[in-house]
């Protein structure tokens, strides 16, 4: 039963048409969606034990992690829980516009864990330049 609800929640985050992923406290990307691996052109095995500051682009990187870390050092939620709009690096270079939504999970041992919700904008920008 447990094994079958596992392949189906997975089945079903593999469905999701948004982009999703998971890191750790030291922001190493431990999940990634089929969805992620279309946005952003990496493959799930180059994703994995990567950093997710591989798609803010390298001029934001060296500040990602200090935004994971100020979080868990005071508890202060500037982005957790808030829709927000920028723009990431895809792994050929090129620029894409996103919506991201950072949430926190807290396990059971006390592992704190971080989903990210990406939509793809990118569509839409294009379509808003044109009118």
């Known amino acids: 039963q447990q094994k079958e609800t596992m392949a189906t929640t997975e089945a ?37 034990g990567s950093n997710i500051a591989i798609i803010v682009g390298a001029e934001h990187a060296k500040n990602h992690n200090k935004y994971i870390q100020r979080y868990l050092e005071t508890g202060i939620k500037k982005v957790m829980g808030k829709k927000r709009e920028l723009t990431a690096t895809r792994k050929n270079g090129t620029r894409v516009h996103i ?25 839409q920008k294009e379509k808003e330049k044109l009118t």
């Open 12 to 48: 079903m985050i593999n469905a999701s048409l948004d982009a999703m992923f998971q890191i750790d406290e030291s922001g190493v990307i431990i999940m990634v969606n089929s969805a992620a691996t279309d946005v952003f052109g990496w493959t799930r095995h180059e994703f994995l």
């Open 99 to 123: 919506e991201l939504e950072l949430t926190e999970i807290v396990k059971s041992t006390g592992e704190r864990l971080f989903c990210g919700f990406v939509r793809d904008l990118t569509a």
